[in-house]
Nanobody, 125 residues
Framework: QVQLVESGGGLAQPGGSLRLSCATS????????MGWFRQAPGKERAFVAAISWSGGSTEYTDSVKGRFTISRDNTKNTMYLQMNSLKPEDTAVYSC??????????????????WGRGTQVTVSS
């Protein structure tokens, strides 16, 4: 079983940047396809980005394409989400998720078995 811990959230101004990290422990990160999801107040959890275990397959929700980049470093057992050109509508709790690897990225919440507790991202002037 894998444990996931997010970090890097905080307050950013519109147009600013943040980088989120998701550290895994318990089993090697290379055993898992992984993803980022977010939940804004009063809304359901939504897909943001996903990456296969090797990094060879990625997916993004349309609203973050060209602004966010998902990546991973399996030697460090860590996944990242670089967020640029942040907008107030990006404000949410961001959580990382993992599933036993199938070698492709998935945008579906139900496909993931393990979740972190989340980190708050607030975009405001």
């Amino acid at each position: 079983q894998v444990q996931l811990v997010e970090s890097g959230g905080g307050l950013a101004q519109p147009g600013g940047s943040l980088r989120l990290s998701c550290a895994t422990s318990g089993r090697p990160a290379s055993s898992y396809d992984m993803g980022w999801f977010r939940q804004a107040p009063g809304k359901e959890r939504a897909f943001v980005a996903a990456i296969s275990w090797s990094g060879g397959s990625t997916e993004y929700t349309d609203s973050v394409k060209g602004r966010f980049t998902i990546s991973r470093d399996n030697t460090k057992n860590t996944m990242y989400l670089q967020m640029n050109s942040l907008k107030p509508e990006d404000t949410a709790v961001y959580s990382c998720a993992a599933r036993a690897r199938l070698a492709y990225a998935s945008r579906f919440t139900a496909n993931y078995d393990y979740w972190g507790r989340g980190t708050q991202v607030t975009v405001s002037s």
